[in-house]
């Protein structure tokens, strides 16, 4: 077990929510404070405010992964006898560095738009608003033929050949290669200055353009020649597609006033504000954590017999009413879910990395409203 410095924390937890995926003009990364530092205890929270940051104090927090970014619109001042001047100069004073992940924590693959679509148990969930289609490349590699299997399993476990849900997948033909070596060369087959033919596997398969560097590092160690030829073309097709918000749908149809008491229990609310008849039927469900109001057409356009958004505005309710699409706002704070979410996601990366970190889950209460 080893105490990992705040840049192997933050590395790691971006291969799960990569900066890439937030949506443009968010704001992303350290906030506050270094990352050069070791890191030992990290406290996972919804928001920052002040009494969080005090929380932090009391817990010897060394970094805090925050969803909502404490500095959002550009800061004037930092005035330390005003509570958001005193919030920084807490964090600063006490050594806390704070990270933000926030669209990219929302749109990644598991993140908090698929932990709001499990709570709210819906089945054959798919992406409600694609933001981001990952790029592909092709990569073909000749081998003898003594070592197409060799280099075959080394890209497959790197990544490369993932197609739907079979991995490992590629194309070989045989043909026949040849070379000379030159002075100097220390060839596997052949010898200098002697024209050489060689049965080759020319073998090919898809790399997602992320997995690249470590498929060809895995190609290269796997393959036994000094040269190795091989090309990568850019592909027109895409791979993955990531987005905000989910669709999905309920294992059974229900009323909106059922799936209304539903929502509340499922995302552990006092209560939440419905538009549309209380009668009607629902099981195509649209989520999207925080405030979905700009998507209210592409939840409809979706498909979706109702949409779970929070912070809805009186005349997106009136626009929704008018398409014909039920709402259902449990409020912002059902965003919370990702402290649990990404404590569970810290916790097995760090395991597997043999990292000494606590994690700690951010108790303090940060809901402003009070529903009575
Ligand atoms: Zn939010």
Same mark, same amino acid.
């Given at each position: ?10 590395? +790691? ?56 970014? $404490?500095?959002?619109? $550009? +800061? ?39 932990? +709001? ?26 081998? $003898? ?27 070989? #033909? ?16 052949? %010898? ?28 290269? %160690? ?11 073309? $850019? ?15 309920? #294992? ?27 009668? #009607? ?20 356009? #979706? ?70």
């Amino acid at each position: 077990m080893k105490t990992p410095n705040g840049y192997e924390v933050i590395q +790691l937890f971006e291969q799960f929510a990569p900066k890439h995926l937030a949506m443009e003009d968010d704001k992303i990364g350290l906030q506050i404070g270094t990352l050069n530092k070791p890191i030992r205890r990290i406290m996972i929270t919804l928001d920052v405010l002040e009494h969080v940051v005090d929380e932090a104090i009391e817990q010897n927090i060394d970094l805090i992964i925050a969803h909502h970014p $404490p500095i959002f619109r $550009p +800061l004037k001042h930092i005035v330390t006898d005003q509570p958001y001047g005193r919030m920084i100069e807490k964090c600063i004073k006490h050594n806390i560095a704070i990270y933000a992940a926030h669209t990219n924590l929302d749109i990644a693959k598991g993140g908090v738009n698929d932990w +709001l679509a499990e709570a709210l148990q819906l089945q054959n969930v798919d992406v409600l608003v694609p933001t981001y289609e990952e790029p592909l490349k092709k990569l073909v590699v000749y081998v $003898p033929r003594t070592h197409a299997d060799a280099v075959r399993k080394a890209i497959g476990d790197a990544g490369a050949g993932h197609i739907g849900n079979y991995s490992h997948c590629t194309f070989n #033909s045989e043909g026949i290669g040849t070379f000379r070596p030159e002075e100097g060369a220390n060839p596997f087959i052949g %010898q200098q200055g002697t024209l050489e033919t060689v049965e080759e596997v020319r073998i090919e398969t898809v790399v997602p353009a992320r997995l690249q560097r470590k498929v060809v590092q895995a190609m290269l %160690q796997a393959h036994p020649y000094e040269e190795v030829a091989y090309d990568i073309y $850019p592909l027109e097709n895409k791979g993955t597609t990531y987005g905000l918000g989910r669709i999905g749908t309920l #294992s059974e149809e229900m009323t909106l006033q059922q799936f209304a008491e539903h929502v509340k229990l499922a995302l552990r609310v006092p209560a939440v504000r419905v538009v549309g008849e209380l009668t #009607s039927r629902v099981r195509k469900v649209a989520v999207i954590g925080g405030d979905g109001n700009k998507y209210i057409h592409q939840a409809k356009m #979706s498909g979706a017999d109702v949409y779970v958004t929070g912070d809805l505005y009186y005349h997106v309710a009136h626009d929704a009413l008018m398409l014909g699409l039920n709402v259902v706002d449990p409020g912002h704070h059902v965003e919370k879910v990702m402290k649990e979410g990404v404590a569970n996601v810290l916790k097995t990366m760090f395991t597997q990395q043999k990292f000494d970190v606590d994690i700690y889950v951010s108790q303090a209460h940060t809901e402003p409203f009070t529903f009575i």
